[in-house]
């Protein structure tokens, strides 16, 4: 009986699906000074339960976030006064962090944690779902009161908890959201996607995404404001306008690159149920001092992983294919390879005498984006070979309706 409970409850963690929701406040000037405090805090108890974690292991000792918690309210009173003037969760949700932080370290997934700086960390702290009332556009912050949001909460379900974040000079709150189990609609349709820096995405269907390069476009004016930054004495108001507008050049292209992921993954995963993409190696493409920036620009890591939790929440799954795979090089209608190919050939012409392709111009894209596809089908089971023959998506979507 036990085991049958322990099975529904995993179970149940798995089928729930929590969305997040981020808002931009518009809170006054005091209300903002009060965030900042906030945050302040939780900035100070992390790096107390951080410095005290280490102290106790280094001393062989088994430290915890509750025994943690436990030290520093006994003497938060007498010692840290300062940090009863604001809500509870900014003192008490540091702990927990640091204790998932380390447990995350010691399983190999994630590195040490490290001391949180005043001038380069991000402010934000935490509000349990306890703490928070949400009514219309209107979020409640112990010790503050009603913070004016930008819109409403976009989902209906019920709230989990909330992190209260500054992003350049803007503060913004990211509310998580349990809905309740829905049935996704399955799509039979598969596609295959090669990604690349002349163009973002290039579909097995020859739909062609091009690279927006919004880093590259606002160099200019980045160099301008960090050369203005730079010039400024330290700790006077001017150097601190010229950082916040640096930070909202760095946020506008964020902004901007969000955008066009956003919508592009949201097109692909509600149109398609299988999606094939490369398993790129993007920390050694990153060590390329020559197209680091590029690749940076480009996110691709970001696009596949966007891809990934979307298609899950809307049914569909994304099958990453090996980044050996030689999907450029071969010819998707009949597997001859092109070994001696490089980078600057943009068009692939096949060479095999008996293939139906034989001296046809290709784009080299989208015949790749055809190979990904195939290959993508094999791994899954839905095709026998990684090349079909014929190499369309009309055959390749058959034997997805067949499987």
């Keep these: 009986m036990l085991y049958n409970n322990e099975?529904?409850?995993?179970?149940?963690?798995?089928?729930?699906?929590?969305?997040?929701?981020?808002?931009?406040?518009?809170?006054?000037?005091?209300?903002?000074?009060?965030?900042?405090?906030?945050?302040?805090?939780?900035?100070f108890v992390w790096n107390w339960a951080l410095a005290e974690w280490n102290r106790q292991y280094e001393a062989q000792?088994?430290?915890?976030?509750?025994?943690?918690?436990?030290?520093?309210?006994?003497?938060?009173?007498?010692?840290?006064?300062?940090?009863?003037?604001v809500t509870k969760n900014a003192s008490d949700q540091p702990f927990l962090d640091v204790g998932k932080a380390f447990t995350a370290f010691f399983e190999g997934k994630a590195h040490r944690?490290?001391?949180?700086?005043?001038?380069?960390?991000?402010?934000?702290?935490?509000?349990?779902n306890d703490q928070c009332k949400i009514r219309d556009h209107r979020l409640w912050v112990p010790k503050l009161g009603w913070v004016n949001m930008a819109e409403n909460l976009r989902f209906q379900g019920r709230v989990l908890g909330a992190r209260i974040t500054r992003t350049a000079e803007w503060w913004f709150v990211s509310i998580q959201v349990e809905l309740p189990d829905t049935n996704p609609m399955e799509k039979a349709a598969a596609v295959g996607i090669d990604v690349g820096l002349n163009r973002l995405a290039t579909l097995s269907t020859g739909e062609q995404v091009e690279s927006q390069a919004f880093l590259t476009t606002a160099l200019k004016k980045l160099r301008q404001a960090n050369?203005?930054?730079?010039?400024?004495?330290?700790?006077?108001?001017?150097?601190?306008?010229?950082?916040?507008?640096?930070?909202?050049?760095?946020?506008?292209?964020v902004c901007l690159r969000q955008d066009v992921l956003q919508k592009l993954t949201t097109r692909l995963t509600e149109s398609y149920g299988i999606i094939g993409v490369e398993n790129l190696h993007l920390k050694g493409l990153l060590k390329n001092r020559r197209l680091a920036r590029a690749f940076s620009d480009a996110s691709l890591g970001t696009l596949v992983r966007l891809l990934e939790a979307k298609a899950t929440q809307r049914g569909g799954q994304v099958?990453?294919?090996?980044r050996f795979f030689p999907s450029s090089k071969t010819c998707h209608g009949c597997g001859w390879t092109w070994d001696e190919m490089s980078l600057k050939d943009r068009i692939f012409v096949c060479q095999n005498p008996s293939c139906s392709y034989v001296?046809?111009?290709?784009?080299?894209?989208?015949?790749?984006?055809?190979?990904?596809?195939q290959e993508a089908l094999r791994l899954i089971g839905l095709v026998d070979q990684a090349v079909s023959g014929t190499?369309?998506?009309?055959?390749?979507?058959?034997?997805?309706?067949?499987?």
């Design 319 to 322: 099958i990453k294919v090996d």
């Design 61 to 85: 000792e088994q430290p915890t976030a509750l025994k943690l918690k436990k030290q520093f309210n006994a003497i938060r009173r007498a010692s840290f006064p300062w940090t009863w003037d």
């Design 113 to 128: 944690p490290k001391f949180k700086s005043k001038k380069r960390s991000k402010p934000s702290f935490y509000l349990a």
């Design 227 to 253: 050369k203005r930054l730079h010039r400024r004495k330290v700790g006077s108001k001017n150097r601190d306008k010229a950082r916040r507008k640096v930070a909202r050049l760095h946020y506008q292209i």
């Design 7 to 43: 099975t529904n409850r995993q179970e149940k963690e798995q089928n729930r699906m929590i969305r997040a929701h981020k808002i931009r406040l518009h809170p006054t000037s005091e209300q903002a000074n009060a965030l900042a405090r906030a945050a302040g805090v939780a900035r």
């Design 359 to 373: 001296h046809v111009p290709q784009d080299r894209d989208h015949n790749a984006g055809h190979n990904v596809l």
């Design 391 to 403: 190499g369309s998506d009309e055959d390749a979507n058959l034997a997805v309706d067949a499987g």
